[in-house]
């Protein structure tokens, strides 16, 4: 039986707290694992009974049951942050790099310079910021001149020459939590 971290935490609620001790009965026919909390070791055992047939390891496994449980919490919370953390890290690099040979990254503000005699001056400085829309890496205008169509095929289809006219502005800095 696998026991998923929303399970465990249900089994929980409820439950005596603990610490648990493994113990045997003053029968030898019983054993049982009670709460270590201050109560009297025979009205925690009385429900608490099992077959004798169980073996001592299983009465220990039973003793760390909430534990193991907790643990088990604990260790998928840890996985399910580690996981947000690395997303943000890995979908927020772009892989182009701006005119200093700086890597480009979400949420960072660019300028492309796209100033020349055969591009209409409204169009020779746009600012933006870099966003993720998925799949892809993308254009948010921002600022400066008009929005460009060339703007965006640089970005889309970076090339050494293209990579040349792009200016970082301001840089997000990645939240790692």
């Known amino acids: 039986m696998t026991i998923t971290a929303e399970q465990a935490a249900k089994l929980l609620e409820g439950t005596t707290p603990g610490p648990w001790e493994a113990s045997p009965h003053q029968w030898p026919e019983q054993v049982g694992c009670c709460p270590l909390v201050g109560r009297p070791y025979s ?16 009465i220990q496994l039973i003793a760390a049951a909430p534990d193991l449980a907790r643990a088990l919490i604990a260790s998928e919370a840890a996985r399910k942050l580690a996981e947000e953390r690395l997303a943000k890290s890995v979908y927020s690099r772009t892989g182009v790099k701006d005119q200093d040979g700086r890597e480009i990254c979400v949420g960072d503000r ?8 055969h591009t209409k001056k409204e169009y020779w400085r746009p600012e933006y910021e870099v966003v993720f829309k998925p799949p892809h890496f993308a254009l948010k205008h921002v600022g400066g001149d008009k929005d460009s169509d060339t703007a965006h095929f640089y970005w ?4 050494p020459s293209s990579t040349k006219k792009i200016v970082t502005l301001s840089i997000k800095e990645i939240d790692n939590g």
């Open 43 to 58: 009205a925690a055992h009385k429900m608490r009974n099992v077959a004798a047939a169980n073996t001592a390891p299983d």
């Open 110 to 117: 660019i300028l492309i310079d796209l100033s020349s005699p």
């Open 156 to 159: 889309n289809v970076p090339q």
